[in-house]
């Protein structure tokens, strides 16, 4: 068993967190669920502890919204630079990330066998540091050309802003996963609820579709998806805002037009709420990318009792969303009976409702 959690998580897991207080964390909590299934033998050497995996190349720091994501990004960013060259450059990049790529695939498999101790571990360990170092150099480089800056010309401007944006270069560092199978199969998270004009003075980012909607979380939904595969689900937790929200009208046309299947599932806060600390009314979002449907499907607004919080999940209710406006309001009617009360009174009032 033991041995089965530690290759799930060496090969199936992956993160990435702006915080590197929250990447330690993460490590920590993984680290903890495979020594709860160890039963220490005094009689055996270690106590019969087999050594923890290292997953420094799994679980990441740095800025999900800043850095390459995909080899069209990268390839623009090049051609604006060095122009006729830069096919030739974008072929040494995908060279140097496909080397790269065997040795930590090879690093990964030498943990299984438990050869983290040796010293041809710690070397590989160095080497792929050294090498992943230097690569993600060379790509902000480029990366910092978006934002106006030239590292070569004016070298302190670039260091600052190598830690106010802290890129993070999904393409490079998850190469086999991004370029070679597509993405991921399955991404979930629960991204910042903070106004983009809180952050701006610190980094700014560029390219997103719905820079507009004004929210960070908007944008991690929006560079997720981008991360994903043809047969991927992705699931965020983000504010209720989502389904009602007037100024989120874009991010709703954008999640129609993304993906085939949408379940939006809503929670309130009283009398009680779905994630202790977290004083915020919330929606969870699954998209799918499921060329067999095109349907989308809501819940109600749930309120339950903490005694009842055990099977809320199970206990949830999708319906169809029967709202004709492509963009519009994703109403909250738990069945076709309320949608009727709410067109009607809609009607009454002439629309001015929400």
Avoid at 1 to 8: A, E, L, N, R, V
Avoid at 128 to 157: C, F, M, W
Avoid at 237 to 244: A, N, R, Y
Wanted: glycine share 6%.
């Amino acid at each position: 068993q033991y041995f089965i959690y530690k290759s799930i998580i060496l090969n199936n897991l992956y993160g990435v967190d702006i915080m590197k207080e929250a990447v330690e964390i993460a490590k920590l909590r993984l680290f903890l669920k495979l020594v709860a299934l160890v039963d220490p033998s005094p009689r055996k050497p270690n106590y019969g502890l087999e050594p923890l995996p290292d997953i420094d190349f799994n679980i990441r720091a740095g800025n999900t919204l800043v850095g390459f994501a995909t080899e069209e990004e990268l390839f623009s960013t090049i051609q604006k630079k060095d122009g006729l060259f830069a096919q030739e450059k974008l072929d040494a990049f995908k060279e140097e990330m496909g080397e790269l790529n065997k040795v930590y695939r090879h690093f990964q498999d030498t943990q299984l066998i438990n050869n983290q101790g040796s010293e041809d571990f710690r070397q590989a360990k160095a080497e792929l540091q050294k090498r992943l170092k230097n690569l993600n150099h060379s790509l902000n480089v480029y990366q910092a050309t978006n934002y106006g800056i030239d590292a070569g010309k004016k070298p302190n401007e670039f260091n600052r802003w190598l830690t106010t944006h802290q890129p993070f270069h999904w393409f490079a560092e998850f190469y086999q996963i991004v370029a070679v199978d597509g993405g991921f199969d399955v991404i979930i998270g629960n991204p910042p609820y903070v106004e983009y004009s809180k952050v701006k003075k610190n980094y700014e980012i560029n390219g997103f579709k719905t820079i507009n909607s004004g929210n960070l979380y908007c944008y991690v939904f929006e560079k997720s998806k981008i991360l994903t595969n043809s047969n991927s689900k992705l699931g965020l937790i983000v504010p209720l805002s989502i389904c009602s929200g007037l100024r989120m009208d874009l991010m709703r046309k954008w999640l129609i037009d993304s993906f085939s299947e949408l379940f939006i599932s809503n929670y309130e806060i009283f009398p009680s709420k779905l994630f202790e600390g977290a004083f915020v009314r919330v929606s969870i979002v699954i998209g799918a990318n499921n060329k067999k449907y095109n349907q989308r499907h809501l819940t109600k607004l749930y309120r339950w009792y903490s005694i009842e919080r055990e099977k809320l999940i199970d206990s949830i209710k999708y319906e169809k969303i029967r709202s004709k406006e492509s963009i519009g309001l994703f109403r909250k009617t738990s069945n076709i009976f309320n949608e009727n009360i709410f067109n009607k009174i809609t009607a009454l009032s002439k629309g001015n409702i929400i």
